[in-house]
């Protein structure tokens, strides 16, 4: 199992470059969404499909992707129903790249940027770009697995 190493920002403004970076549609719904963390999805972006399992929640959590084909997304979409994100995903940067989720459909207009490192040590040492707002990590509330459940937190 991969050890994932992230953490996740609420988007102050928009950088006011956007539209020349690259970015992807990407349709993700729950399958298992638990008590203790522990989720399934499926996530269609661009031309790929992917199962993922993940367990735990803050900055580092445990994942385990497996490459499915359009077939078999579309078979698993359906049971996802009602546990559903859509989004507009931006990789910005160059160095240490920021994905930048900009929300639609029941979440339009939630903004919110992922930063993946490999060691908890650059995690703890990253200085997010100004255009970043409020690290909201450790905020299960901005979880994805949360934001199809729950809708968008009322802050």
């Known amino acids: 199992m991969q050890l994932e190493i992230e953490r996740k920002y609420l988007v102050r403004v928009s950088p006011p470059d956007l539209?020349?970076?690259?970015?992807?549609?990407?349709?993700?719904?729950?399958?298992?969404?638990?008590?203790?963390?522990?989720?399934?999805?499926?996530?269609?972006?661009?031309?790929?499909?992917?199962?993922?399992?993940?367990?735990?929640?803050?900055?580092?959590?445990?994942?385990?992707?497996?490459?499915?084909?359009?077939?078999?997304?579309?078979?698993?979409?359906?049971?996802?129903?009602?546990?559903?994100?859509?989004?507009?995903?931006?990789?910005?940067?160059?160095?240490?790249?920021?994905?930048?989720?900009v929300f639609s459909g029941a979440l339009a207009g939630l903004l919110l940027a992922e930063v993946e490192f490999q060691t908890a040590a650059d995690c703890a040492a990253y200085l997010p770009p100004d255009w970043l707002g409020k690290d909201v990590t450790a905020d299960s509330r901005y979880a994805n697995r949360n934001l199809a459940l729950h809708g968008r937190p009322a802050d």
């Open 19 to 101: 539209a020349t970076w690259p970015f992807e549609e990407v349709r993700q719904g729950y399958l298992a969404i638990e008590t203790d963390d522990r989720e399934v999805r499926v996530r269609q972006h661009g031309s790929n499909s992917v199962l993922t399992y993940k367990r735990g929640s803050g900055a580092q959590r445990a994942e385990v992707e497996i490459h499915i084909d359009a077939a078999q997304f579309a078979q698993l979409w359906p049971a996802t129903s009602e546990r559903r994100v859509q989004k507009r995903r931006y990789r910005i940067g160059a160095a240490q790249i920021v994905l930048l989720d």
